[in-house]
């Protein structure tokens, strides 16, 4: 059990750039999540694959931002044109369906629009 | 909708002394589960405990003991003889279906 791996773990940009994150999760796992944290906030919910299909976007998520999980192994975090409000830590975490389910995190990719 | 409210922003307490972390909750399900996470300063958010609303019994590990009581819809924390290492902001979680609400977390500070 490797964890949950982000890359990169900061990424500074300037506005209007487009960013893309990874997320690994752990291997058996079938759900994944993105999560957004801003400064002083807990985590806000952003949205959620099982296997390969994304089934909700938060209304958090503009267009500008798209994500995907081909072969419901590793996902990307897609942001386009970024502003500055979109500085953030941005988090991805996993989970196996199960009756006791726990989400395990990586330690996220802090971005930087400046 | 589901809401976590953790009024305590931060606590600062010397090593040794017990602290209790506040959360209250609101849901509408009748079935939900109730976590609390830790950020230490490296940002990654470790696993401490989930209950199920189906069961009230409190729960003791370690140092860390957790109250949970529906009549009042609070999901306490307390660390017993707190050390510097657990220095960090605690979220306390509410899981609804496969979605997570995070409180706004309380930052705690052990100095030695």
């Known amino acids: 059990d490797t964890g949950v791996s982000q890359d990169p773990r900061h990424k500074i940009t300037k506005r209007g750039q487009n960013v893309t994150f990874r997320c690994d999760p752990i291997?058996?796992?079938?759900?994944l999540y993105w999560y957004r944290q801003t400064l002083g906030q807990g985590p806000e919910f952003l949205t959620y694959?099982?296997?390969?299909?994304?089934?909700?976007k938060s209304r958090l998520l503009s267009d500008r931002f798209s994500a995907e999980r081909p072969k419901g192994s590793f996902s990307t975090l897609e942001i386009q044109r970024t502003e500055q409000g979109d500085s953030a830590m941005y988090l991805c975490?996993?989970?196996?369906?199960?009756?006791?389910?726990?989400?395990?995190f990586g330690s996220g990719t802090q971005l930087s629009v400046l | 909708a589901q809401k976590v409210t953790q009024a305590q922003t931060e606590i600062s307490v010397v090593e040794k002394e017990d602290v209790t972390l506040d959360c209250v909750y609101e849901?509408?399900?009748?079935?939900?589960?109730l976590f609390w996470y830790k950020q230490p300063p490296s940002g990654e958010l470790v696993f401490l405990i989930r209950?199920?609303?189906?069961?009230?019994q409190n729960e003791i590990s370690g140092r860390y003991s957790w109250n949970f009581q529906k009549s009042t819809s609070s999901f306490n924390f307390t660390i017993t003889a707190s050390q510097v290492v657990d220095s960090a902001v605690y979220f306390c979680v509410n899981r609804s279906n496969y979605k997570l609400t995070f409180g706004k977390g309380t930052l705690l500070t052990v100095n030695p």
């Open positions: 694959f099982q296997n390969e299909a994304q089934l909700e």
């Open positions: 209950r199920n609303s189906f069961d009230e």
């Open positions: 975490a996993s989970s196996f369906t199960s009756t006791n389910e726990k989400l395990f």
């Open positions: 291997s058996e796992h079938n759900r």
């Open positions: 849901t509408r399900d009748t079935t939900y589960y």
